[in-house]
């Protein structure tokens, strides 16, 4: 069997925050952020590097449970990416929160560092699709 990683994406207008699995599909990191504009092409470098078996977005629903005009983006992001590598698994999560919780974490990093937020985002998306996953077995 060979070792993939589950990739994680916060979609935003101007940056993507990733993050990773290890092969294992156990612990999670916080990876690059990149600009939207540069997506297939980091995608593109990504895979080089690493092997991945699903593709986790981050799916910006409304409080209230509905869809936005960011949710459409998003979708419109995902249908970009499964017609660039139709070989991957795209999956969206509900990311309520995980934008808010990333900035409060980074209230405790000195460097303040804004694009590490996106990632660390990216992050909480796949610990909560993971814990999602495990609950569903």
């Known amino acids: 069997m060979e070792n993939k990683r589950i990739l994680a994406l916060d979609?935003?207008?101007?940056?993507?925050?990733?993050?990773h699995t290890d092969f294992s599909k156990t612990?999670?990191?916080?990876n690059e952020t990149w600009k939207r504009v540069d997506l297939i092409?980091?995608?593109?470098n990504y895979f080089k590097i690493n092997k991945v078996e699903i593709i986790v977005v981050g799916l910006p629903i409304t409080m209230k449970g509905?869809?936005?005009e960011q949710t459409k983006k998003t979708l419109d992001v995902c249908e970009?990416?499964?017609?660039?590598?139709p070989e991957i698994i795209i999956e969206t999560f509900d990311e309520r929160l995980s934008s808010s919780f990333a900035k409060s974490i980074q209230i405790f990093n000195k460097s303040k560092d804004?694009?590490?937020?996106?990632?660390?985002?990216?992050?909480?998306i796949l610990e909560n699709y993971?814990?999602?996953?495990?609950?569903?077995?």
Not at 114 to 124: F, G, P, T, V, Y
């Open 11 to 19: 979609v935003g207008d101007v940056w993507i925050g990733t993050a």
């Open 27 to 30: 612990f999670v990191h916080p």
């Open 41 to 44: 092409k980091n995608l593109n």
């Open 66 to 68: 509905r869809e936005s």
């Open 80 to 85: 970009i990416i499964k017609n660039n590598f």
């Open 114 to 124: 804004k694009l590490k937020e996106h990632s660390i985002a990216a992050a909480i």
């Open 130 to 137: 993971l814990n999602k996953t495990k609950q569903n077995k």
